[in-house]
């Protein structure tokens, strides 16, 4: 087949996602064209049948606003033609769903058909894509789509509780290559972060301020508790990143916390991590969370959204009630001190990642998400 897929290329899940859904696909012999407003950042090399189109955004005296969708829903139009896609697969609603629902129906008036594919990911949902500013045209967008999936089941359940959606949505959880994520020996790296043999908190996010990174700080500082035996590593970048920065070195812990920004070979820090602490204030899936699992770290996390979905409290980790600061250190004390507990968890995070988010196990379901949609959908409009 040969498909389209959109997504923001820059640091944040939805785009993981399609990123590593479209190499994926690539090495099960489909043809993928990635259109987006730059190289999606874990599309490294473009190759074979891996294809990067960049949507060309014109400014103009008049555009306050240059309008980014339209630019998008054109070069949807030109890539659909010109290289004769089967289907298109966007990532996130806004506002990638509404570009391909218009560029079929430009394609349509050409007698041309394109099914198009649209994955809702979280706060196109959840937080944004209610603004009476974007929802009718979300509401549109998903029920003009051939084919719509939500990467958990609560996501599906948002989307039909806050918008008036009649399509079907099937549930299609996000997934991890448990081949890269997992626990490599980073002995080195480790000592010289921990020189004293510290334990090691990580915390993993593109830092707004839904993921409540400071609340990361408030319990590393309950933690510490006058003694350093332990390190607190942060990885991402975002706006709340030096409110944080501030916040560490308000209680007085900042040398034991570091920054270390937006890295790729996030496997290799999660592999020195101990605890991974989440305490998001919604999360509709939590990506970053099933990548520690997949190294074998526990996640701490609130237990909001699809959370209860990846992480089983008590087995694979802990889910605390939503700011609930004593509950998350005492919780993450439990993994830190009690080292049978802690392999115990550890080993059953990385079973539920391989026996039930691995790749090659999830990416078939898009396979024959796309052939249903493929099956209704006109051959030509
Ligand atoms: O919707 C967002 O907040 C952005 C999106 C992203 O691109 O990072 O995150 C969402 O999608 C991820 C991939 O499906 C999920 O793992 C995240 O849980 C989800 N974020 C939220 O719900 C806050």
Same mark, same amino acid.
């Given at each position: 087949?040969?498909?389209?897929?959109?997504?923001?290329?820059?640091?944040?899940?939805?785009?993981?996602?399609?990123?590593?859904?479209?190499?994926?696909?690539?090495?099960?012999?489909?043809?993928?064209? @990635?259109?987006?407003?730059?190289?999606?950042?874990?599309?490294?090399?473009?190759?074979?049948?891996? $294809?990067?189109?960049?949507?060309?955004?014109?400014?103009?005296?008049? $555009?306050?606003?240059?309008?980014?969708?339209?630019?998008?829903?054109?070069?949807?139009?030109?890539?659909?033609?010109?290289?004769?896609?089967?289907? #298109?697969?966007?990532?996130?609603?806004?506002?990638?769903? *509404?570009?391909?629902?218009?560029?079929?129906?430009?394609?349509?008036?050409?007698? #041309?058909?394109?099914?198009?594919?649209?994955?809702?990911?979280?706060?196109?949902?959840?937080?944004?894509?209610?603004?009476?500013?974007?929802?009718?045209?979300?509401?549109?967008?998903?029920?003009?789509?051939?084919?719509?999936?939500?990467?958990?089941?609560? #996501?599906?359940?948002?989307?039909?509780?806050?918008?008036?959606?009649?399509?079907?949505?099937?549930?299609?959880?996000?997934?991890?290559?448990?081949?890269?994520?997992?626990?490599?020996?980073?002995?080195?790296?480790?000592?010289?972060?921990?020189?004293?043999?510290?334990?090691?908190?990580?915390?993993?996010?593109?830092?707004?301020?839904?993921?409540?990174?400071?609340?990361?700080?408030?319990? @590393?500082?309950?933690?510490?508790?006058?003694?350093?035996?332990?390190?607190?590593? @942060?990885?991402?970048?975002?706006?709340?990143?030096?409110?944080?920065?501030?916040?560490?070195?308000?209680?007085?812990?900042?040398?034991?916390?570091?920054?270390?920004?937006?890295?790729?070979?996030?496997?290799?820090?999660?592999?020195?991590?101990?605890?991974?602490?989440?305490?998001?204030? *919604?999360?509709?899936?939590?990506?970053?969370?099933?990548?520690?699992?997949?190294?074998?770290?526990?996640?701490?996390? *609130?237990?909001?959204?699809?959370?209860?979905?990846?992480?089983?409290?008590?087995?694979?980790?802990?889910?605390?009630?939503?700011?609930?600061?004593?509950?998350?250190?005492?919780?993450?004390?439990?993994?830190?001190?009690?080292?049978?507990?802690?392999?115990?968890?550890?080993?059953?995070?990385?079973?539920?990642?391989?026996?039930? @988010?691995?790749?090659?196990?999830?990416?078939?379901?898009?396979?024959?998400?796309?052939?249903?949609?493929?099956?209704?959908?006109?051959?030509?409009?």
């Amino acid at each position: 087949m040969k498909i389209g897929i959109t997504c923001y290329p820059t640091y944040g899940g939805s785009g993981v996602v399609a990123t590593e859904l479209g190499k994926a696909l690539a090495k099960r012999g489909h043809e993928i064209h @990635f259109v987006a407003s730059d190289l999606p950042f874990r599309l490294s090399h473009v190759a074979g049948n891996i $294809f990067f189109h960049e949507v060309n955004v014109q400014s103009y005296p008049l $555009f306050d606003y240059p309008p980014y969708t339209l630019s998008l829903t054109s070069k949807m139009v030109d890539i659909a033609k010109h290289v004769g896609l089967d289907l #298109l697969h966007v990532h996130y609603a806004l506002p990638h769903a *509404s570009s391909a629902v218009m560029a079929q129906q430009i394609l349509n008036s050409e007698h #041309l058909a394109l099914p198009v594919v649209t994955t809702l990911h979280g706060t196109d949902i959840t937080l944004i894509g209610q603004d009476p500013s974007f929802a009718p045209v979300v509401a549109w967008s998903i029920n003009e789509s051939d084919g719509v999936t939500a990467v958990s089941s609560y #996501l599906r359940q948002e989307t039909y509780d806050h918008f008036d959606v009649s399509q079907d949505i099937e549930v299609i959880p996000n997934f991890i290559d448990t081949d890269r994520f997992v626990r490599q020996d980073k002995e080195h790296f480790k000592q010289a972060l921990c020189p004293n043999g510290e334990k090691v908190i990580v915390h993993v996010s593109n830092f707004r301020p839904v993921k409540n990174a400071q609340q990361v700080v408030e319990v @590393f500082h309950r933690l510490q508790n006058g003694a350093s035996n332990v390190k607190l590593l @942060f990885v991402g970048d975002g706006p709340d990143r030096v409110p944080t920065e501030r916040k560490a070195r308000e209680l007085g812990v900042y040398d034991d916390v570091r920054f270390l920004g937006k890295q790729d070979p996030v496997e290799e820090i999660l592999s020195i991590a101990d605890v991974f602490l989440m305490p998001s204030g *919604s999360e509709t899936f939590g990506l970053a969370a099933l990548e520690a699992m997949a190294c074998e770290v526990p996640v701490v996390a *609130s237990d909001v959204g699809g959370l209860p979905e990846l992480i089983v409290d008590g087995e694979t980790g802990y889910l605390c009630p939503l700011d609930d600061l004593e509950a998350f250190t005492e919780c993450t004390r439990r993994l830190l001190t009690n080292d049978d507990l802690h392999a115990d968890m550890a080993a059953a995070a990385r079973h539920r990642a391989v026996d039930t @988010f691995d790749i090659d196990r999830v990416v078939p379901h898009y396979e024959e998400h796309y052939e249903q949609v493929r099956a209704k959908a006109p051959v030509e409009a």
